[in-house]
């Protein structure tokens, strides 16, 4: 019996420690799975490079940059049905107008027909909303004057046209409140797609600030590069017209002196577009340094369009509001033979619109953030150019 309780001890010792062998099985199985699954998870996404955060904040100000002329076409478009829905209350009112004297005529008949104790269905039919349909029209307007019967008749006729402003009112009520729902809705996008930038640029770091400054100092300065070139391939074109010109004029026996109005100082349209460009440049030139704003039009600041449209205005040239349709306007012209005062569209979606000055270079208001200033027209993708007049 001995041997038998000295063999119960070590197996009543391992009951009362199995469970701490269990929790530290357990914790090293965690442990290992913790290790498999630390190997095996996927790397952590690297940061953007500096190429790629410019990239993207490029995209995004272009974003808005396609926003803020929605948003300008909505507000528009708002403004102009606003101005139509105002014309239409005003007309239904002055045909209610109408129609209320109309029916104050009919009244004084009736009440005539009354103190001459004749009341009865003449009276009747005068009072009624719609006489016509009262009683059979050939059996009682026989009875009533021409006067009385033109009454009725012109009640007719303003009940109709009032009946019509009222659904024309509420239908352009309606289209009012779908444009109004779109200027929500762009200016919600514009002020998302700007906060988004805004957030990009605000988590870099002062080198990586350094380091993005440059890469657009680079950019600017070959957009530059090419500006110059298409600078030097102006003059030359314009100097081979030039000497072209007077080898025509020697050859017709005109001389130089009498001129044709074809050469140097080009042809009355010409000349005529030269003044009008002359006053929207000097325009454009004062507003350099206000700044961008999306959806301005001045005077202390602009968006793109917004400053093409006033500069042109100066010249008495009215241009829509976006550049959607200001592209639209005038004659299309290579940017090989751009002339001061075109405009210059940029990117597929025509979003952005610059004045040329000359030389291959512009005046614009760029973005949010900057300033109206001159740049190179090669500073941003080609979609194509204009002459407005």
Known sequence: MPALASHRKP?????????????????????????????????AKPAPTIEEVQKKVDGLFRQAGTATQKYNEAKSASAKQRDEVDALL????????????TRRELGRYA????????????????????????????????????????????????QREAAAKRVEATKSLQTLT???AELRTSKQEVQ??????????SKLTAEEKARLAELERKKEAEAKRKAEELARQQAAAKAEADRAAKEAAAGSGTGSGTGTGTGTGGTGSDAGYASKAEKVLAFARAQIGKPYVWGAT?????DCSGLTQAAWKEAGVTLPRTTWDQVKVGTRVATADLQPGDLVFF?????????????????????????????????????GSVRPA
């Not at 005003?90 to 004297?101: I, T």
């Open 11 to 43: 197996r009543t010792r391992l009951r009362a420690t199995s469970p701490a062998v269990g929790l530290t099985t357990a914790a090293l199985a965690s442990v290992t799975l913790l290790s498999t699954q630390t190997a095996t998870a996927a790397p």
């Open 90 to 101: 005003k007309a239904a009112a002055e045909r209610a107008d109408k129609l209320n004297e």
């Open 111 to 158: 009440t005539a027909q009354y103190r001459g104790g004749s009341i009865a269905p003449t009276a009747t039919f005068f009072l009624a909303d719609d006489p016509q349909s009262y009683f059979d029209q050939d059996q009682l307007m026989s009875r009533m004057t021409s006067r009385q019967q033109k009454a009725v008749a012109d009640f007719r006729t303003q």
């Open 178 to 180: 779908e444009s109004q």
């Open 192 to 201: 998302e797609k700007l906060s988004e930038a805004r957030s990009l640029l």
């Open 298 to 302: 001045g005077p202390s600041s602009y």
């Open 347 to 383: 990117y597929d979606d025509i979003s952005h619109v610059g004045i040329y000055k000359g030389d291959g270079m512009m005046i614009h208001a760029p973005k949010p953030g900057a300033n109206v200033r001159e740049e190179s027209i090669y500073y941003m993708p080609i979609y």
